[in-house]
């Protein structure tokens, strides 16, 4: 049998089944690669004793109709546990222990999967390297000194690593997709109300989305049927008729009309970017799927509508990090002092970067100037999808637009760390099902993904193309385990 | 336009983040590039464009008027910076 | 102008100003649960006790809305006469408050549930309509406790989430006593409906008071100051009178009146400024991600409609026109639910050879005295509505007089005892019996034959002294009216 941490959560859960491997052998098989992969700093909080207590539980009376049988995965930290600490990559919440649990990770554990750690991550998932973390910078398995990307990076590092079979993170502005793209993965941002936000840390409420993040867009697909429930604890969470994406995927994409939008194609954009993106186009193509060329025409403005929407929803979201009721308190002279202090000591820079962002275009006299416009222009980018969705069944574009950089390259120059997010905000503006999938390198042998976006809903044509496409592009991860002594 | 000191001392009062005069000329430097950035939205005519409330297109749900939360009061105060076990407990208020 | 002098004005040598007063009440919505939580709202718990992860605000924990509350809101709405926007739109209002715990509070600002209404105030000098500009559902904040400690603040968040109606008025108030009718009359309503029970002890109902004056006669609003969270009617018109003078004072010296918000200090009866200018409010209002749009279709407001019990005002109507009330004993039997509800209990225990005009005076004299003077609500009165009927008929029958009502009445209250097994008891039946009473006067007046005779000679005062004896005589049972005919024959 090939070393467990290889095999993707298809085969383990098809061993552990057949009772080929039990859940401790798995359990342990990727503690103890956890335990040599410190280097990468994926870990906020470790469940490594608890883990294998609950693999040898599920061990002596296995449920083996469940979907995720004695899996063990880590989660990003920006999910609540019950009982384990929950910190958002934040000192804020450095002691923060929750007394329940979000319904995304519910939604797992009641598959019987088995908690391995809480992953690292951007502070409030605010960034785009994984570098805003107070628990540091994520190393990326691909390459010393690479950023995994962000804000999922520990979890994009964890799957690519193979420090857990898939994971869960949450994408705001792409932070599922480009971490994904950055490690050579497959990251999902589903519709917008597909997953509960109940029990995660809110960043912006209004674009947040949890989503899967795995070796292959099978595994992927499976774990959003798991992770996919209408929530009644939150009014935002939608009742609609959820496939069981991993039965029903399929790689016969025939006749399925895939647009390509020419605002995608940027200046400045490397060839690399450019080739990959015709490499993806003639893959469809070989799949029988039909291209069409498309216009979404207010793509350019979707960046700056997105750092005034997403700032001014956090501004307000962390309001409640005040130092009253939990997390961290620096001492302060009376209430407001203690406020102040509590929130400049607490928060990193990118963060409080944001919250002055967003209470700046919140603010009397600006509202209108900057919120109100940023939202009409959502509505613009709205309409452009839905235009452009007569007439094709999803759109192909580039993840990101470049591959992954160097930590440190663009920490000082928050605009151009921005921009990498230039492709995958759109479709969280629009609130559109997104899937990163590895399509190919960069003359560095970094990996670059191809993004599919789909209608609402339409998760399981997402899939699909990415299957089709993934079988095409047979993409093999270059991960020489550097880190490992 | 610009975001002068003034006004980072306005909004870092109005968020409740202190803020001394280094980290004020840096987050000014900062926040000038990014609404620098954000000014593009201004080429845009968006005048008979409704915004976008939410990109969800179905109505709120309503839940029954029912108790269902019991008294969590040890785990409410459980995470408290400085706690008495019946209030949560901060550094007196001047009004 | 003037059209009588029952109109409020501050006076100043040569100038009269006029008060203009505009309320925002703040009524917290009848419901078990909390307006986006599922905690109790129950008052007087422990501390902390009925606080969920979401009043709190735990990381992660989102709002879900309570539909009952927005039935509430939609039924005051319905009894204040207002448009009902069927479209509307939760903001969160953002500010850092110790018993603030989310950093904003949710509420509704650009769009409220409800819109323009009116409610109708009776006056001494006749009716006045009060103008209703919005109604809103909102949060209530937590309680900031400030002397159980030197060195800090204890903060309790049972309150926090409870369901608020903010019932905001149009400038259209003069005068003090017109905000006393107005808040009763929206109490009354509310109670009525069974939305807000109007408890102003447990701080069910309070108001922000907005107050400017302008000369007598001007048609432009002065610069007004608003004085939060009064929570007495008292301390409303307290506050009124002083802020009023205040202000008057400041424009007569030629000073500026500030816009601010004040606070009433109910110790030393005085209004002062809350909060410095500097820290002037943003409150960077913005439509809450976490909550779509409310949205109520025309069938679930009809269907509210239909579920609207008589309000005061039609009640007050027909109480006219069917009991033929004066408009003064309607107004006082209407006033409240509970006294209509005991009001017509009597009505309808009475049967059908009821006297409601004695019933009436009962009410509003002895009973009302009765609960007054022990502090009481109508709805504890030691008296039922049935053995109330019981007594009255009592009395329109003639079994016993007035006088001897009292006396079995202070025997109800010690006890809510039939009246009718009282009088039986006490032997406290009138004495209706002709010949009887003509014996016993007969006696009487033998007994006092000078006095007859002094009488018959044109000292009619002397009437008198014979009905007292006859009274006397018969330990007060004697029906007067019998006596009274028999002495008139006799003497």
């Known amino acids: 049998m090939t070393d467990i941490t290889k095999q993707s959560l298809s085969e383990l859960v098809k061993n552990i089944k057949n009772k080929k491997l039990s859940s401790k052998e798995v359990t342990k098989a990727y503690i103890d690669r956890s335990e040599k992969s410190k280097e990468l700093n994926t870990y906020i909080t470790e469940n490594y004793s608890s883990a294998l207590e609950m693999a040898e539980k599920f061990d002596q009376k296995p449920n083996l109709d469940l979907k995720l049988p004695g899996i063990p995965m880590a989660v990003k930290d920006l999910f609540c546990t019950n009982n384990i600490r929950t910190t958002a990559g934040s000192k804020i919440l450095n002691n923060f222990i929750p007394t329940y649990e979000s319904t995304v990770t519910q939604n797992i554990w009641n598959e019987g999967a088995i908690l391995l750690g809480k992953l690292n991550c951007d502070e409030f998932a ?27 990076g520990g979890s994009a590092a964890a799957v690519a690593g193979q420090l857990t079979p898939i ?83 399929t790689n016969n994409i025939k006749g399925k009309k895939i647009g390509i939008p020419k605002e995608y194609r940027i200046d400045g954009m490397p060839k690399e970017i450019e080739d990959l ?133 663009k920490t000082d120059d928050p605009v151009s760390m921005y921009l990498n997010d230039i492709f995958t905000v759109p479709v969280n503006l629009a609130g559109l099902p997104g899937i990163s999938i590895p399509a190919g390198h960069d003359t560095n042998g970094y990996p670059l993904g191809l993004q599919i976006i789909g209608k609402a809903f339409d ?21 020489t385990d550097w880190w490992i002594k | ?39 593009k939205l201004n080429q845009l005519k968006t005048d008979n464009i409704e915004p976008l409330t939410s990109v969800v297109e179905t109505t709120l749900k309503l839940r029954t008027d029912e108790v269902k939360s019991k008294d969590l009061r040890e785990q409410v105060i459980k995470n408290s910076p400085q706690d008495n076990e019946d209030y949560f407990v901060v550094p007196k208020v001047i009004e | 102008m003037s059209k009588n002098n029952s109109e ?20 917290q919505v009848l419901s078990e649960s909390k307006l986006f939580s599922t905690s109790s709202t129950k008052f007087g718990a422990e501390p902390n006790t009925q606080v969920s992860l979401v009043d709190a605000a735990f990381p992660g924990m989102l709002p879900v809305i309570n539909e009952f509350c927005v039935k509430q809101a939609i039924k005051t709405g319905i009894g204040l006469n207002a448009k009902i926007n069927k479209r509307s ?27 323009e209404g009116k409610v109708i105030l009776d006056m001494p000098n006749g009716q006045k309509e009060v103008g209703i500009e919005r109604l809103h559902l909102e949060q209530d904040a937590g309680k900031s406790i400030h002397d159980l400690d030197p060195q800090n603040t204890f903060v309790d968040l049972n309150r926090s989430g409870v369901a608020l109606m903010e019932i905001v008025s149009k400038p259209d108030l003069r005068s003090p006593d017109e905000v006393n009718s107005y808040i009763k009359k929206l109490r009354s309503i509310m109670r009525y409906l069974g939305t807000c029970d109007g408890n102003m002890q447990e701080g069910s109902l309070r108001a922000d008071v907005n107050v400017s004056v302008r000369p007598k006669g001007s048609k432009e609003f002065g610069t007004r100051c608003e004085i939060k969270n009064v929570n007495s009617i008292k301390f409303m018109q307290m506050a009124i009178e002083y802020e009023a003078n205040r202000q008057v004072d400041l424009i007569e010296e030629g000073k500026i009146i500030d816009q601010e918000t004040r606070l ?132 329109k029958n003639g079994t016993i007089s007035g006088k001897i009502a009292k006396t079995v009445f202070e025997l109800m209250i010690k006890g809510d005892k039939d009246p009718q097994k009282i009088v039986e008891e006490k032997g406290l039946k009138q004495q209706s019996d002709p010949k009887a009473l003509e014996a016993l006067i007969d006696k009487i007046i033998n007994d006092n034959r000078e006095k007859a005779v002094e009488y018959k000679q044109g000292k009619e005062k002397l009437f008198g002294f014979f009905v007292g004896q006859a009274m006397k005589a018969s330990g007060g049972k004697a029906n007067p009216q019998l006596i009274n005919e028999i002495l008139k024959k006799k003497l």
């Not at chain 1, 497959?186 to 995660?200: D, E, F, N």
């Open chain 1, 277 to 409: 993106w015709q490499k993806g186009i003639q893959y469809v193509k070989d799949c029988g799927a039909e291209i069409v060329d498309i216009s979404l025409p207010h793509t350019s403005y979707a960046l700056p509508a997105y750092y005034i929407v997403a700032p001014a929803e956090a501004s307000s979201n962390l309001a409640r990090y005040d130092g009253v009721k939990y997390g961290f308190r620096a001492k302060g002279e009376n209430l407001i002092d203690m406020y102040e202090k509590t929130r400049s000591e607490g928060f990193g820079t990118e963060v409080q970067r944001r919250i002055m962002i967003g209470t700046y275009v919140l603010s009397s006299g600006y509202y209108d100037a900057y919120y109100l416009k940023a939202q009409k222009v959502r509505k613009l980018i709205k309409n452009d999808f839905d235009e452009a969705y007569k007439k094709v069944d999803a759109i192909l574009t580039p993840s990101t637009p470049s591959s992954a950089f160097k930590i440190g390259e």
């Open chain 3, 264 to 395: 009433f200090d109910t110790k030393k009866n005085e209004t002062r400024s809350m909060r410095s200018k500097e820290d002037a409010h943003d409150y960077r209002y913005f439509p809450d991600p976490d909550l779509l749009p409310l949205e109520v279709s025309e069938k679930f407001i009809e269907e509210l409609k239909n579920d609207i019990p008589e309000l005061p005002d039609d009640k007050k109507k027909r109480f006219i026109d069917e009991f033929k009330l004066s408009s003064y004993e309607a107004n006082i039997l209407v006033s409240d639910i509970d006294i209509a509800k005991y009001f017509e209990e009597v009505v309808a225990k009475m049967g059908k050879n009821k006297d409601i005009k004695l019933a009436v005076n009962w009410i509003t004299g002895e009973l009302f005295a009765v609960l007054n003077s022990k502090n009481l609500e109508i709805s504890q009165s030691p008296v039922s509505a049935k053995n109330f009927a019981i007594l009255i008929n009592l009395i």
């Open chain 1, 167 to 249: 994971t869960i993170g949450t994408d705001t502005g792409g932070s599922i997709r480009q971490p994904a793209s950055f490690t050579g993965t497959v990251g999902l941002k589903p519709t917008y109300g597909s997953c509960s936000r109940y029990g995660i840390v809110a960043f912006a409420s209004s674009l947040d989305q949890a989503g899967p993040m795995a070796q292959s867009v099978r595994d992927c697909a499976l774990l959003q049927e798991v992770i996919s429930s209408y929530d009644p604890k939150d009014s935002t969470s939608i009742d609609f008729k959820r496939n069981e994406y991993s039965k029903e995927l």
């Open chain 3, 89 to 115: 739109v939760f903001d969160r209002k953002n500010y850092f408050y110790a018993d603030l715990p989310q950093g904003y509070q949710i509420s509704q600002f650009k769009d409220p549930i409800v819109g």
């Open chain 2, 1 to 39: 336009m610009s975001i002068d000191l003034k006004t980072i001392k306005h909004i870092s009062k109005l968020s409740r983040i202190s803020v001394d005069e280094e980290k004020a000329d840096k987050l000014a430097g900062d926040l000038n590039s990014i609404f620098n950035f954000i000014e």
């Open chain 1, 459 to 479: 998760e399981q044509n997402v899939l699909n193309i990415a299957y089709a496409i993934e079988e095409k592009i047979n993409f093999k991860n270059k991960i």
């Open chain 1, 126 to 152: 605010m960034g785009s390297s994984n570098e805003t973390s107070f628990f540091g910078n994520v190393q990326n398995p691909i390459d010393k000194n690479l950023v995994p990307g962000g804000s999922s």
């Open chain 3, 8 to 27: 409020y004005l501050i006076n100043r040598k040569d100038n009269q100003y006029e008060v203009v007063i505009g309320l925002e009440v703040h009524a």
